[in-house]
Nanobody, 122 residues
Framework: EVQLQASGGGEVQTGGSLTLSCAASGFIFDDYALGWFRQAPGEGREGISCISSGDGTTYYADSVKGRFTISSDNVKGTVYLQMNSLKPEDTAVYYC????????WGAGVDAWGQGTLVTVSS
């Protein structure tokens, strides 16, 4: 059974940092790209970052580029999202997801983790 277990959300002040984790199981980690979407209150879901576990290809949305860093531990089967310089507009539920590749991130997502809430207070 494919499972994506997200964790690490919480509340932080503007300018602070958080690290999200997504522990994957039930499939060959290197065969997929894993990454993150977020959904702010009243907004649609936004694909913000992914990493291709096999070759290390990464993708960042413009909204997080330069502030967020995605990485993976292929031994642990876990993807991390280091979020720095957080802003109130980063407040959202963050979801871990699986796709075949980072190119066109989100077009072929076939598995989702549960969301983890990130709240950035001003």
């Amino acid at each position: 059974e494919v499972q994506l277990q997200a964790s690490g959300g919480g509340e932080v002040q503007t300018g602070g940092s958080l690290t999200l984790s997504c522990a994957a199981s039930g499939f060959i980690f290197d065969d997929y790209a894993l990454g993150w979407f977020r959904q702010a209150p009243g907004e649609g879901r936004e694909g913000i970052s992914c990493i291709s576990s096999g070759d290390g290809t990464t993708y960042y949305a413009d909204s997080v580029k330069g502030r967020f860093t995605i990485s993976s531990d292929n031994v642990k089967g876990t993807v991390y999202l280091q979020m720095n310089s957080l802003k109130p507009e980063d407040t959202a539920v963050y979801y871990c997801a699986r796709d075949l590749a980072c190119q066109g991130w989100g077009a072929g997502v076939d598995a989702w983790g549960q969301g983890t809430l990130v709240t950035v207070s001003s």
